[in-house]
């Protein structure tokens, strides 16, 4: 087998359908993939839907999370590489194909551990989903570039499966913001190259509301403490960044509320929001290991 899809979902019955439409409507030979979709407890009928596609569907009993079913996911498959994408997500028509075609067209004697696909949002008139889409939320290609801990966002990314073996799959006690230190063990362990294809498209729903993505902005900024912990060595978080952050946060904050109308406003506000919720969440694991 070529390649394995990893869907984890919880809740989905509104979305998996659209998604697995999208994945089983690959250009990509169907012989040559199998798509694995792991239901983390969901409550609705997301199994229902699931059911009518010939995916192999997995169910966890209690929801533990998308890296636990992610990991799940992994354990079922039978492909030389794993792509990844959301219960929410559509990926294009070309998705799979491009993928492993930029894979299989590199010409670097480096070997290539994965690659990585452009995510954009799905067209949406809510304030906040049109907020993250003029930021760029969810930019593949800038979280690659990262000087010190690049990764790859699990909506749309292919890795080989024995990189994958060999970091040992996602650490299943970071339910938010595990991707990072997923690639970080992937790559310091089975070494390689990550590749970035712009034309392997998947259509992300990005938070409507924004008590949506404060909570989302607030996981991310958790995440992101637990992982600076655990990354200390790399990076010391002191008491004075710490301030200088927060007075980042003041001026952002001074900014938003300045008058005005149109994108630009919604930007400032947007930013606003999206700093203060990641400074709440960081501070709440960093400092007091919540």
Not at 27 to 36: A, G, T
Not at 127 to 146: I, K, V
Not at 161 to 178: H, L, N, Q, S
Request: with cysteine.
């Amino acid at each position: 087998m070529l390649l394995s899809v990893v869907i984890p979902v919880c809740n989905g019955a509104a979305t998996i359908g659209v998604c697995l439409n999208a994945v089983f409507g690959q250009q990509l030979d169907r012989s040559s993939f199998e798509v694995i979709v792991v239901d983390d407890g969901s409550a609705d009928h997301t199994t229902e839907v699931v059911s009518r596609f010939p995916a192999n569907l997995l169910r966890h009993d209690s929801n533990r999370g998308s890296t636990a079913a992610r990991n799940t996911g992994i354990r079922a498959a039978r492909g030389e590489w794993i792509a990844f994408t959301d219960g929410d997500c559509v990926p294009s028509r070309r998705w799979l194909d491009l993928l492993i075609g930029a894979a299989r067209s590199d010409a670097s004697p480096k070997e290539v551990t994965g690659v990585a696909g452009r995510i954009v949002g799905l067209p949406s008139d809510a304030p906040a989903a049109r907020f993250a889409s003029l930021t760029g939320h969810l930019d593949t290609e800038r979280q690659l570039s990262h000087p010190t801990f690049p990764y790859a966002y699990m909506s749309n990314v292919m890795y080989r499966r024995v990189a994958i073996d060999t970091a040992g799959g996602f650490d299943e006690t970071m339910r938010v913001y595990a991707t990072p230190e997923f690639h970080h063990r992937v790559m310091s362990n089975h070494g390689g190259r990550m590749l970035f294809e712009s034309r392997a498209v998947v259509l992300h729903r990005h938070p409507e509301t924004w008590s949506q993505y404060w909570r989302q902005q607030a996981g991310y900024g958790a995440g992101y403490g637990k992982f600076m912990r655990r990354h200390a060595d790399r990076f010391r978080w002191t008491a004075w960044r710490e301030i200088q952050a927060w007075g980042a946060v003041a001026s952002g904050l001074a900014v938003a509320a300045i008058p005005g109308r149109g994108d630009p406003a919604l930007v400032r506000r947007g930013l606003a929001i999206k700093r203060v919720a990641q400074r709440v969440g960081f501070d709440r694991t960093y400092w007091f290991g919540g």
